[in-house]
């Protein structure tokens, strides 16, 4: 595989802003994440994929037939097209440092935007490699550019290299993911898979099929606005209730004081005024009870200041979003094993561990496309520090075709 013409791939790629709108019901949130597909149905056809479809959701599906003459379970390979909300996507300046030598990396020099392995530890990982960032304005959206340029690119080598044999893929590219949505419209019966993985991990030889539930909250806090100078007694300030709420939660139980399984609440959006304050927030654990104790504890609270103050002035909006995907995979832990020998052929070391969020992999499971997800190799996403190596990236879709190979394998026996 040419590792140049993977860079070239995901720089192209993460050039096409694709921001996605959590406040905007339309689907795709984005007109701009058309952009990005119409370019990927282009791409599919010049590569030799099959049965390509752009949907009016803006789901992208495709097909690598088999080329074998027995039957092999048809196995998919899915990533997301949208970058976060949280941070821009517009104007991408991708920045490449190769045969990184261990040091800070200047994001950008006018503004004194460094990327230092001395916080950010996992750089140290990938000295001697070739390493893509931002120029320290945007995120980068190797989240899930990274994903998709790993799928198109190990299509094109199988199909280059037809002495490789497998069975049916199929591959897809879904909008919305970062906003929660990007399985809902989702159809499984048509995408035909067996089972699927999704390319939308972190660092290099991740490999899970664990999951946070998830649920997300608006909170509205209703005040009283009076001229400052008469408002004893009759002014309502919205936003002081509002930091008692935020004050009441557990302190420690936030992403930045919380790893491994542990949940956390987090507040990620605050819009106020006197007369009415919004606090956006995502409400996350691995454990289904301790989840439901989270939501459970979450309206408590409102109830208990709105009993404080004596009228219903805190409302609380709060909608799962995803489950564990834990339950839908474990009866079926051979796609997992098939992902970890694929890895280990390669000679990467797996790293099977739980999600600290979540993927359409978990979703695509309860729907009955069982999905566990896989590195794509990008770190610190959705912020100004993201980088890929690209040597992950390789490696990544390296992956993906030798899970093509053992499956037809595996079938054969």
């Not at 899970?403 to 037809?408: G, L, P, S, V």
Request: aromatic share 8%; hydrophobic share 35%; charged share 25%.
């Amino acid at each position: 595989m040419n590792i140049q013409h993977i860079i070239d791939r995901f720089i192209k790629y993460v050039k096409i802003d694709t921001q996605s709108d959590p406040e905007n019901t339309a689907f795709p949130s984005t007109e701009k994440q058309w952009d990005l597909a119409k370019v990927l149905v282009k791409d599919l056809e010049e590569i030799g994929m099959t049965d390509i479809t752009l949907d009016e959701n803006c789901y992208i599906m495709a097909t690598l037939p088999s080329n074998l003459d027995y039957e092999v379970p048809t196995i998919g390979f899915i990533s997301h097209i949208d970058t976060s909300p949280d941070y821009s996507g517009t104007n991408v300046k991708p920045q490449v440092h190769r045969d990184y030598n261990g040091g800070d990396i200047v994001l950008n020099k006018e503004d004194g935007i460094v990327l230092s392995p001395n916080y950010f530890e996992d750089l140290n990982l990938y000295k001697g490699q070739t390493i893509i960032t931002t120029d320290g304005t945007t995120l980068l959206g190797a989240d899930d550019k990274a994903g998709i340029t790993e799928i198109v690119s190990a299509m094109k080598y199988l199909i280059n290299h037809p002495e490789i044999k497998h069975g049916k893929i199929r591959v897809a590219f879904t909008p919305d993911e970062e906003v929660g949505k990007g399985a809902h419209l989702f159809d499984v019966n048509k995408f035909g898979a067996d089972w699927a993985y999704t390319m939308d991990g972190s660092q290099i030889g991740e490999l899970e099929y664990e999951n946070f539930n998830a649920a997300g909250a608006k909170v509205t806090i209703s005040g009283k606005i009076v001229h400052p100078g008469y408002a004893k007694g009759k002014m309502i300030n919205s936003m002081l209730i509002a930091n008692e709420f935020i004050s009441q939660l557990p302190q420690k139980e936030v992403p930045e004081h919380t790893e491994g399984y542990e949940g956390f609440f987090h507040l990620y959006d605050i819009k106020g005024t006197v007369e009415k304050t919004e606090l956006s927030y995502i409400i996350r654990d691995h454990d289904m009870k301790l989840f439901e104790k989270r939501k459970t504890d979450f309206q408590s609270l409102a109830n208990k200041l709105n009993k404080k103050f004596g009228s219903d002035i805190i409302s609380i909006d709060m909608q799962d979003q995803y489950y564990n995907m834990k339950e839908k995979i474990e009866p079926v832990m051979h796609i997992v094993d098939i992902a970890e020998e694929a890895m280990k052929n390669i000679g990467i070391k797996p790293l099977i561990k739980a999600i600290r969020g979540g993927t359409d992999g978990s979703q695509l499971s309860y729907k009955g496309l069982p999905c566990p997800n896989i590195f794509a190799g990008g770190h610190n996403f959705h912020g100004r520090y993201e980088y890929v190596p690209a040597e992950s990236m390789l490696k990544a879709t390296e992956v993906i075709v030798k899970i093509a190979e053992i499956t037809a394998k595996r079938a054969k026996k």
